[in-house]
């Protein structure tokens, strides 16, 4: 599921073509497997009939199990819709920009997940549901001011592609404890870093990516030197880009 352009552009929505169709309501379906929906912020249409649509959604999504190998959900993603896509058995590509979903234990139904992109989740308070995707391959999770230790994410023995991101649009900076997580993930080809204060203020263990190749990280110009001397030091790395932030750790 990773191509070599992914890994050098990311797989996530930041990058991608607009070629799957965008639809609102389920009548607009025709049989597609892989779909943008937009189903919620709808500035045209009344009260009664955003509910109405929100509601087929998850009425269509929990019963038609097998419809979708591709989502992508470019407005709000409330709990019960969230709830219902993870319905979805053969899905193998998911993108969420935002929503309010603080309990993500239903995408553990989701087991043929190769690529999640699971944006600005502030109210997430878990990330071990993700941790048991063991296919997955691509990684991109943004905004989890309520978690501050990504250890879990160690048993994703397939991972390649990993974006870990604050929110970039306030900005407001994420906390994470270490980055000791990054030694048990040798595969990692891409890692991106944005945003996010780190509580142990040790860089070091991006040493142990030995295979990345692409990588983005913003720490700020207080770790410049610490950072610019590991990167020098990785084998294969390719493709870099360094933002050192005006901010204090």
Not at 39 to 66: A, G, H, M, P, V
Not at 136 to 154: A, F, K, R, S, W
Request: charge should be neutral.
């Amino acid at each position: 599921m990773i191509s070599e352009r992914d890994i050098e552009n990311s797989f996530t929505h930041f990058y991608k073509d607009e070629q799957q169709k965008h639809i609102i309501k389920v009548s607009e379906y025709n049989g597609e497997e892989e779909l943008v929906i937009s189903c919620t912020q709808l500035n045209d249409y009344t009260q009664k009939e955003k509910k109405q649509i929100l509601n087929e959604w998850i009425e269509f999504l929990s019963t038609n199990r097998e419809a979708f190998t591709k989502l992508d959900f470019p407005s709000r993603v409330p709990q019960e819709l969230f709830n219902a896509l993870c319905m979805q058995k053969r899905l193998r590509h998911l993108e969420i920009k935002w929503g309010q979903y603080p309990d993500i234990s239903t995408i553990e139904n989701l087991s043929e997940l190769r690529l999640l992109s699971l944006g600005s989740g502030s109210s997430i308070k878990s990330i071990e549901p993700i941790a048991k995707l063991k296919k997955l391959q691509g990684l991109h999770v943004e905004n989890y001011q309520c978690i501050n230790d990504y250890t879990p994410l160690m048993s994703l023995s397939e991972l390649v592609s990993l974006e870990i991101y604050g929110d970039i649009w306030a900005p407001k900076n994420i906390h994470i404890k270490d980055l000791e997580f990054l030694r048990k993930m040798p595969k990692l080809r891409r890692f991106e870093l944005c945003r996010a204060i780190i509580e142990s203020k040790d860089y070091s263990p991006l040493s142990a990516l030995n295979n990345i190749e692409a990588l983005l990280i913003a720490p700020t110009k207080k770790y410049e030197n610490q950072v610019s001397e590991i990167l020098k030091a990785l084998p294969k790395l390719k493709y870099v880009h360094r933002m050192f932030e005006n901010r204090e750790d």
